[in-house]
């Protein structure tokens, strides 16, 4: 089973992912892609980390998610938006297909798994085109990437001012 959760900056994304995870199960993966920059970052790190109890097993991974051995547990991939970060950040002389085509391999291969994935990610294309060059390039390969995931999705939520909206498939848990 595979969940997609999407919207924008602090729509409440994870938040309602980490609802869903303990929804499904009391020991769920929590799986975390991000690389720390700055304060103001760690801090918004903290905060996803006070707010899961001890129940969580947490793994930091930031690129080959395939790596590790997720078989019959619930597994909460935050984020696909860091994810993209990280692949564009060590790979800056391949083109946005040749990212997307390493992506989508490593997204196979690791919901080749028997297992419940929750994936996180920022719908980032809504706004106008940038002038830069990098974020454009970002813009299209994490929106290609999140046409893949989608497809593959059995349910995708859009979130928005915290409140989920079905796209695809049926889900309903408490969004309190």
């Not at 909460?76 to 391949?94: F, K, P, Q, R």
Request: charged share 20%.
């Amino acid at each position: 089973m595979i969940y997609l959760i999407t919207g924008g900056q602090r729509s409440g994304k994870s938040t309602y992912a980490e609802r869903l995870a303990l929804h499904l199960t009391d020991k769920p993966i929590y799986m975390a892609t991000a690389h720390i920059w700055d304060d103001e970052f760690a801090e918004r790190v903290r905060l996803h980390q006070q707010r899961r109890v001890p129940e969580w097993t947490n793994i930091e991974e930031d690129i080959q998610l395939s790596r590790h051995d997720v078989h019959g547990r619930v597994v909460l991939v935050d984020c696909c938006t860091l994810w993209a970060t990280n692949y564009i950040s060590n790979n800056e002389g391949s083109s946005v297909q040749e990212l997307l085509t390493e992506m989508q391999s490593e997204f196979d291969r690791f919901t080749a798994q028997d297992a419940t994935f929750i994936f996180v990610t920022n719908e980032i294309g809504l706004g106008g085109t940038s002038s830069n060059a990098l974020q454009r390039r970002f813009t299209d390969l994490l929106g290609m990437l999140n046409q893949y995931i989608a497809s593959r999705a059995d349910v995708v939520t859009l979130m928005v001012c915290g409140i989920p909206v079905a796209v695809k498939g049926c889900l309903t848990i408490d969004n309190q």
